[in-house]
């Protein structure tokens, strides 16, 4: 499970390390906390993200509102592109794998990104799995949609939860949705008794520590963060006052208007989510947000959430 | 705001930089080893503190927040005037004088004299766990997890190494400054937590003592 370690020529103190631990993964994810993660399509957009204040950045070939314009089947980025995000910033680098691809997920490792989205935006390549996170060091985030759907991948070596909301359309009613969906389905959990938590694991069709964990610690054993459809500062301040510890922005960024001016105005509502004066501050000249799509319009073939099980 | 005016020597006030990183964490250990912690995310929060922990994170992003908010300069003055401050990873970073490798426009409180050097010991995938003895700390060594994780590239005379591992410094302290390259907050453990909020404890009493004035130690 774990990879070679660093070598240990001159260790002082203590015993071999290890990598790819439980700790390790939900620890990395501990330090985006509060922040903002942002979908970049090339090292340029990268550098005005780490600029603007974002924890980490998403390398992606096409921002999910293109994934939706363009149509046919997304995969995995180009590994060149990828690399060329590496170099270019210092903050970490996620990429996306297509759901239960798990070779996509082995070729990202080996290109040292420092978190793997087994994503629902991309094209899923299996309709029954998922990949089987535990046989990587790197980490891995997945989306939910609720409570049972979060644990489920949990059990599968998540290290990382995002809410799914409804990617590339600027509308953060689906975020919402799920958000209030996973907060809700904790909070009810934590007045159950024993014997009500095993019933709850088979409705939930979620392993019974893990819904134990759960119910007695009041939030999942890993960071949840919300993605999918925050557009403005306020969104972003939204989601973080319905209990998302940060957020994933997506098509929101780079399609607007004035994306460096934007990305800086969403790390600060992130920040102060709780502070209505800062989020007007921030709210401020921004520019055009990118045009929205009504979630209702959109067919159930288009609708990424459905994406995963 | 005051700060209140009770002896800070049973429980001190000790803030939580919450720009962003794992500052819950943080909060639930000082809470554990009976301090009380408070998050610090505005000037007027910072002057009511005795002492500050400045949580692991991303420093670019906690650097660029603290500029954007007016909070880079309040605190630089308070680890001037000697208020005690301990950092984990990021927050090591941000209590350094210097850093190798500083992306454009990143800028630390300072109050170490040491130089780092940003994400050392390499990307997530060298992430890792080291058990490590760490001067100071008692009853066996400490479980160490480094997460893209900074070291000490070098010291100045002032500045006491607490624990190496791979020969680079990874824990230290100056005077009421203490820095590690790992995250304590991780693990459970607060011994490490429990040894700042006692260095905490002590120089509030010395402050109220001698009210005010010279800082100790440095």
Redesign the interface.
Known sequence: MS?T?????????????????A??KR??A??????VIMDVVTPDQAKIA???????VMALERVPADIRKDGGVARMSDPDMIEGIIEAV???VMAKSRIGHFVEAQVL?AL????IDESEVLTPADEVNHSDKFAF???FVCGATNLGEALRRIAEGAAMIRSKGEAGTGNVVEAVRHMRQIRGEIARLRGYDRNELYAAAKELRAPYELVAEVAAAGKLPVVLFSAGGVATPADAALMRQLGAEGVFVGSGIFKSGDPAKRA?AI??AT??YDDPKVIADASRALGEAMVGINCDDLPDSQRYASRGW | MTSPTTPAAASPTIGVLALQGDVREHLAALQAVGARPVTVRRPEELAAVDGLVIPGGESTTMSKLAAAFGLLEPLRSRVRDGMPAYGSCAGMIMLADKILDPRSGQETIGGIDMIVRRNAFGRQNESFEAELDVAGVPGGPVQGVFIRAPWVESVGARVEVLASYEGHPVAVRQGDLVATAFHPELTGDTRVHRLFAELVAEAADVADSDDGGDSPGR
């Open positions: 990879s370690p660093p070598s240990t020529s001159a260790a002082t103190s203590g015993t071999a390390p290890e990598t790819g631990t700790r390790v620890g990395m501990e330090q985006l906390k509060g922040g780490e600029d603007a204040g974002a924890v980490a210092s903050i970490p490792q040292g990104v420092d978190y060091t790197t980490p800086a790390v600060k920040t102060f």
